[in-house]
Nanobody, 116 residues
């Protein structure tokens, strides 16, 4: 069955960095566009970044452009999000996700808290 397991979240001070990982299984990871989403407390899901199947194309929300980098390792079925220069407004639960036949599949998420 499809599984997406995020990790790497935690508490970090403003200006700090974190690297999130998403371990994928149960589907042909290398064939899918992958996305990071986030949900801040009391808010809806927000798109963060997307990477195409071979990793050659990436897109970012304006709010994270220049600070976050999405990447993938298809040999290890893993998606990454390198987050630098973190701000308090980046505090959220971060999810990796993909579109499986019209339905968005995502993991359980990993909490990122940016606070001094």
């Amino acid at each position: 069955q499809v599984q997406l397991v995020e990790s790497g979240g935690g508490l970090v001070q403003p200006g700090g960095s974190l690297r999130l990982s998403c371990a994928a299984s149960g589907f042909s990871f290398r064939s899918y566009v992958m996305t990071w989403l986030r949900q801040a407390p009391g808010k809806g899901l927000e798109w963060v970044s997307t990477i195409n199947d071979d990793g050659s194309r990436t897109t970012y929300a304006d709010s994270v452009k220049g600070r976050f980098t999405i990447s993938r390792n298809n040999a290890k079925n893993t998606l990454f999000l390198q987050m630098n220069s973190l701000k308090p407004e980046d505090t959220a639960v971060y999810y990796c996700a993909f579109d499986a036949g019209g339905a968005t599949r995502r993991g359980q998420g990993t909490q990122v808290t940016v606070s001094s």
